[in-house]
Structure formats: C-alpha cells, structure tokens
C-alpha cells in the first residue's frame, strides 16, 4: 500500500513536471518589450518560481509571476526557460521547456559620411547620418543629431538625416559623428567617429590701396586704406604700418579677402610711405610700399612792400612781395590795386612769389595779393601806398616853375603890347604937330 501511495506521488511530480511550460513571443525587435510566462497546471502551489536565461537565474519569484523585458536589446537574444519548486518537501524542482529568442536589429548601426572629408576653407560641408530600418519595420520614425568633439550641431535632433554645414574653417577641424534613435527614445545608435580636416589655403598677392574724396588726399579729410589679398582661406590677420617708424597702425583679423583702416582727418605729418601685411597662419606677407602724399591748402598770405627808398615816389619800382606760410605747391599769386588785378606769379616749388611795378601818380592806393593753389583760395590784408614827387618835393617846385613861367610870359607880352601901343600915339603925334607948323 505504501508502495502504491509513492508511485502515485511520483506520477503526479512526473506529470507536473511535463506541464510546465514558457510562453514567450515568437518575433521580437530591438525596443520591444518582452513577456516571458511560465505556465502550469490550475490551482498549482509552488514555494519559487525562476526565469533563466542560458543556465543563468535570471529573476526569482515566491508566486507565479511574468518576468518582463521593458526593451528589449541585441543582448537579450538567448536560451530561457523556467523553473518552479513546490512547497511539499517531496517535490523536486520542474523545468520548463527551452524558449530560443533572437532580438532582430530595428535599424543598423549608422554611417557618418560628408561631401568632402578635406574641404577647403569657406567652403560648405553636407553631413549625413546613414541607417536602414529593418523591412519588417518600416514605419518606424527616426530622428537624427550630429556631433563634432563633445558639441551638438545644427538644431540638436531633427527628423532629416541631413546637415548642411554654410563654410568650413580651420577651427573646424575635428572629430565628428552622429546619432539615430527612435523617436520614442527607446533606442539609439552612434556611428563611429570620422576626422575632417579642414585644408587651408596660404594667401598671396597682398595690396595696399588708398581711398579719398575725389582722388586727392587734403588735410583734413577722411584716409582709407585698403589691404587684401587675391588668395587665401581662413581667419585672415591685417596689419598696417607707416615705413618711417615700423609701428603698426592698426590690427583687424576677419573671414575676408579685404580689410579697411580708417584714418578720420590726416594732418600733414602722416604723409609719407606706407605699407601691410597680412597672415593667415602659414606666414606673413608684405604688400609694396605706397607713398601717400598729404596737399596742404594754402594759408591767409602776407604782402609786403620794397621800394628803393624810404618814401614812395613817382617814377620809383616798387616791388609787391606775396607769400603763403603753409600750403602745397604750386601756389599762384594774384596782385590787386583796389581790387583791380595788375597781374599774377607763380611759385613751382612754394614759397612767396614777387611783382614789380612802375610807379606812376595814379598808383596811391590800397594794394593786396591773393594765394591759390587749387584747395582754395586765401587773399591777404590791404597795405595802403601814399605816392609823393620824384625827390620828396620836386612835384611842387615843378608846380611852380610852370605857373611862374606862364606868368613871365604873359606879363613880358603885355609890356611888348603897351610899349608899341605907346609908341603909335606918340608917333602919330609928332607928325600931326609936324604938318601943322608953317
């Protein structure tokens, strides 16, 4: 009887045993979740329940229970089974069936590729994050995001697995990747890193040009100089220099071809050579010296007399004498007696300029003189020339010779005419007594 008690034991163990069994998903991608039930008769009482996965206990439970997945990922992939202890003593441990689970790749690993690898400075870079969804999974959304060193790129994720990069520059050389996920998050790949290196082009061809209102360089006007360079890439450092002194004027770095210094208003002294340089890092290059001329408008002149004498006389030369302290040459000087021109003279290499003048009794007067060398014209003070006689007073004796003369011959014309007036009466009185006497 006893015998017969044990072997229906047994065959109850034996037959519990054979209807356990793991009920797990047939078809499983990355990101899915994962439901693993381990199955047995109704109403059974177990004191543990185990999940396995190739030989390794994996979760223990102390009633039956599922054991879940949340996402599932390429590592899931594995042998499982379970496994249950009843609570009387002469139940041995049952087993269940081997589920084999291979998580599929949702989508490969992605390929970071670029238009160029070694672009050109200044030039446009397109990136893109290459990947290929599973065929039985193609409505799964993916976004996108690059990566250079440790800096996210562009609008950080995005739905286009596209970058465009405006212009390259050395600094962006560097180390660059990116990354695809799902758009639930759940999964997300890298793509291996690649190296761009940003080819820099050396400058050459450095010009210094000047700019000024209407070609002409005056005091007082705004200067411009104009460095570039016909070739180069890259952060370019200009620099600007006068040759007299060797110091640098000025110093601007920018992504350009060109770069402009501005001088407000030159003054007279920052005439002279010049010259710059410009580097982008591979060397220095200096452009050829330009020799900027400054033009001086003239200054209020100055007139001065000379003549022989102490006095100014009639029939004296009397040298005018004009000059303009400042003022680039040539100068012309104009001669005025009461605004009325007398004539002009020309200093080629600057400096005052004279004009000679016979002087005649009309010549009293104010005298002045006008300088003008094309930046506008100055006119001087008025120097007022009283004229006198020949010798100081030899006018007035001249005067009154004349007028004495004039009158000797009018009075030895009137004695003439009263002599001979005289003589006819006396005459024809003598010979009127003369025929009267018998």
Request: aromatic content about 8%; charged content about 20%.
């Amino acid at each position: 009887m006893l015998l017969w008690s044990l072997l229906v034991i047994f065959a109850a163990v034996t037959e519990q045993a054979d209807s356990l069994t793991l009920v797990a998903p047939s078809s499983v991608f990355e990101g899915d979740s994962i439901v693993l039930k381990c199955q047995g008769e109704q109403n059974w009482k177990i004191q543990k329940m185990a999940y396995h996965k190739d030989n390794k206990e994996l979760a223990v439970f102390k009633k039956v229970s599922d054991f879940l997945i949340q996402s599932a990922v390429l590592s899931d992939s594995g042998n499982y089974f379970c496994s249950t202890k009843g609570k009387n003593i002469l139940f041995r441990d049952n087993h269940s069936n081997i589920a084999k689970i291979k998580v599929q790749e949702l989508f490969q690993h992605p390929v970071l590729t670029a238009s160029s690898f070694q672009p050109i400075e200044g030039s446009p870079v397109s990136l893109k994050c290459e990947t290929q969804l599973s065929p039985q999974r193609l409505d799964v959304e993916l976004q996108f995001c690059f990566f250079k060193e440790n800096q996210v790129l562009g609008s950080s994720w995005s739905s286009s697995p596209e970058l465009q990069i405006p212009a390259m520059w050395s600094e962006d050389t560097g180390s660059y990747w990116c990354e695809a996920e799902t758009v639930t998050h759940r999964i997300r790949k890298q793509s291996l890193q690649s190296q761009i290196h940003v080819q820099r082009i050396p400058i050459s061809n450095v010009s210094l040009e000047t700019r000024a209102p209407g070609g002409q360089l005056t005091e007082g006007q705004k200067l411009i100089l104009l460095c570039s360079v016909t070739a180069g890439t890259g952060n370019v450092t200009f620099s600007w220099y006068r040759e007299a002194t060797g110091t640098s004027l000025g110093i601007k770095t920018q992504h350009s071809l060109s770069a402009e210094l501005e001088i407000p208003a030159v003054k007279e002294s920052d005439a002279g050579k010049y010259y710059c340089r410009a580097d982008n890092g591979h060397e220095s290059i200096q452009s050829k010296v330009v020799n900027i001329p400054v033009r001086i408008p003239v200054s209020r002149p100055v007139l001065t007399l000379r003549s022989p004498g102490a006095q100014t006389a009639v029939g004296d030369l009397l040298e005018l004498h004009c000059e303009a302290l400042r003022g680039s040459p040539p100068i012309l000087y104009r001669f005025y007696h009461e605004d009325v021109t007398l004539g002009n003279s020309s200093a080629p290499s600057g400096g005052g300029a004279p004009f000679n003048l016979s002087l005649t009794a009309e010549h009293s007067g104010n005298y002045s003189c006008e300088a003008d060398n094309g930046l506008g014209a100055q006119h001087s003070e008025a120097v007022p020339v009283s004229i006198s006689g020949p010798d100081g007073h030899r006018r007035d004796l001249m005067t009154a010779g004349v007028l004495w003369g004039l009158f000797g011959v009018l009075g030895f014309t009137g004695v003439a005419l009263l002599l001979y007036s005289l003589f006819h009466k006396i005459s024809a009185t003598f010979f009127m007594k003369k025929a009267m006497t018998p």
